[in-house]
Structures are given as structure tokens and as C-alpha cells.
């Protein structure tokens, strides 16, 4: 499985920015999906997940509300919209995928993207 990551860029706060996942290689098969990101300094910490076929999402506590995933493995393609991104928003993100496992967990997760680079200024 392989996984590319793009639409990052550079925002002021306020603004809005969407990511975009693509899943290649075994999409035959059922993968939950998710939007990890590392800041400078910190920890790679989870933000959004989606389920293989899109039903069920989950959200880190820092995002709810402002944050929305769509998208599955079964469609290859899943999304990131961000909406009223703030400076601590600014991170490298990146896209991983799972057969099962915690969403929250990043060991859990055995697919990863190169990352996309999101910075959010004040």
C-alpha cells in the first residue's frame, strides 16, 4: 500500500486549506484511514480517522468542529478539510492506513505518507 499526501501550504489564520490522501497498490483490501501531523519539537499525534468504508470518523479533541475527514479506502481517496485554522495548526501532516487497530494509537499504523507541510501564520 502506498500512500501520497499533498495540498499543504501556507494560510493565514482563519483560513481554510484541504488535504488530500491517495491510496494505491492493494485497494482491494479494507483499510481505516487516517491524518496524523507533527509539529517541530513534538510528538506525531493523531487528528482525524475514517473508517474503510467512510461511515464512522473520529476526531482529536483539538479539531472537533473546525476539522472534517471524508472519503475511504474504498473509494482511494480521502480528505482533510480544515477550516478555521489557527497557528498551532501548523504541522507536517500526514495520511496512514490500517487493516485494524486503535485510530489514536500511532503504532497501530502500519502505512504511512511522505507528509505535507501546513503553516498557519498570525
Known amino acids: 500500500v502506498q500512500l501520497q499526501a499533498s495540498g499543504g501550504g501556507l494560510v493565514q489564520a482563519g483560513g481554510s486549506l484541504r488535504l488530500t490522501c491517495a491510496l494505491s497498490?492493494?485497494?482491494?483490501?479494507?483499510?481505516?484511514m487516517a491524518w496524523f501531523r507533527q509539529a517541530p519539537g513534538k510528538e506525531r499525534e493523531f487528528v482525524a480517522g475514517?473508517?474503510?468504508?467512510?461511515?464512522?470518523?473520529y476526531y482529536a479533541d483539538s479539531v472537533k468542529g473546525r476539522f472534517a475527514v471524508s472519503g475511504a479506502s474504498a473509494k482511494n481517496r480521502m480528505y482533510l478539510q480544515m477550516n478555521s485554522l489557527k497557528p498551532e495548526d501548523t504541522a507536517v501532516y500526514y495520511c496512514?492506513?490500517?487493516?485494524?487497530?486503535?485510530?489514536?494509537?500511532?503504532?497501530?499504523?502500519?502505512?504511512w505518507g511522505q507528509g505535507t507541510l501546513v503553516t498557519v501564520s498570525s
Open positions: 496512514a492506513a490500517q487493516r485494524s487497530g486503535s485510530y489514536e494509537n500511532t503504532a497501530s499504523w502500519g502505512y
Open positions: 475514517i473508517s474503510w468504508s467512510g461511515d464512522t470518523s
Open positions: 497498490g492493494r485497494t482491494g483490501s479494507r483499510y481505516s
